[in-house]
């Protein structure tokens, strides 16, 4: 594989992986999207540039969960120390 394509299916792969919100564990599934889109672009002739699909795409990210508050509980008794 040559840099110039690794480095544009690497570029796609992030663009995807962004647009999808950043999840985790799903790296290879994007890298083989991006394969499949770049080399679909390549047969046609007509390649596309990953950051300018991206902007075009690029969704808002959803904002992070906040932590929910436990409740309160009352801290265990300290265990007796034998003398």
């Known amino acids: 594989m040559s840099?110039?394509?690794?480095?544009r299916i690497r570029q796609r792969a992030h663009a995807i992986w962004e647009?999808?919100?950043r999840p985790h564990g799903l790296h290879e599934q994007h890298w083989y999207?991006?394969?499949s889109e770049i080399d679909a672009e390549d047969l046609a002739g007509s390649p596309?540039?990953?950051t300018a699909s991206a902007a075009a795409e690029k969704k808002p990210r959803a904002p992070r969960a906040?932590?929910?508050a436990?409740?309160?509980v009352p801290p265990k008794p300290r265990a007796r120390k034998n003398a």
């Open 33 to 35: 999207r991006a394969t």
């Open 66 to 68: 906040k932590a929910v």
């Open 19 to 21: 647009r999808e919100g």
């Open 48 to 50: 596309q540039p990953a």
């Open 70 to 72: 436990a409740e309160k």
């Open 3 to 7: 840099s110039e394509r690794h480095e």
